[in-house]
Structures are given as C-alpha cells and as structure tokens.
C-alpha cells in the first residue's frame, strides 16, 4: 500500500508559474509508475503526465507538453510538477497517482491522492 499527499496548489494569474509536489508514504514508492490528472466540473478527469517506475519512459497530455515537466526523486518518495506559462484552461484538482503501467488512462493507477487545487484566472 502507498499513500500519496499533493500540495503546492494556489490561485495564479495566466501566465504565472506553480510547483505541485506528491509525496509518497506507507509503499515501495520506487516500483511504481507515477502520474498527474486534473479534473474540473464539466471536463472530466484529464491526463496531464506520467513518469516510469525507473525514469526512462515520460509521458505528457498535448495541451501541456513544452510547459509542465514531471519528475521524481526515489530517495525522497516525492514526484513534482512544475508548470510554468499558465492558462485558464489549466484549472482544476490536480492529483496523483501511482500505478503498474506507464499510460494516459486512469485504470492502470490503483493509488490516489486527494488532490490540490490550482485556479488560473484570466
């Protein structure tokens, strides 16, 4: 078992920059693949980015690839996102996720966080 804990989430201009951590706690944090979704009413629980248990496979959604970079530090039992240029569409509960398989989907992610919030206003 893993429990994951996100913080970092806060209300930002567009354009503006925020750092979201997840740390990980309870589990063999180092096994799994690790993911950000985000989710806002009316858009559903949406990819965002995915790292592989070892690093060497990174995954991005589209609508935010050249802006956010995911990371992790296996010594530390924490995964970040840094995202930088800031839109208003990139609204919603951001949340972790640990899992057995690299994908865009959430089936494979068997642990969740309780998410953070990050507002973008225009």
């Known amino acids: 078992q893993v429990q994951l804990v996100e913080s970092g989430g806060g209300l930002v201009q567009a354009g503006g920059s925020l750092r979201l951590s997840c740390a990980a706690s309870g589990g063999a944090f180092s096994s799994y693949t690790m993911g950000w979704f985000r989710q806002y009413p009316g858009k559903g629980r949406e990819f965002v980015a995915a790292l592989s248990a070892n690093g060497d496979i990174t995954v991005y959604a589209d609508s935010v690839k050249g802006r956010f970079t995911i990371s992790r530090d296996n010594a530390k039992n924490t995964v970040s996102l840094q995202m930088i240029s800031l839109k208003p569409d990139d609204t919603g509960v951001y949340c972790c996720?640990?899992?057995?398989?690299?994908?865009?989907?959430?089936?494979?992610?068997?642990?969740w966080g309780r998410g953070t919030q990050v507002t973008v206003s225009a």
């Open positions: 996720a640990a899992g057995f398989v690299t994908s865009k989907a959430p089936g494979p992610y068997v642990f």
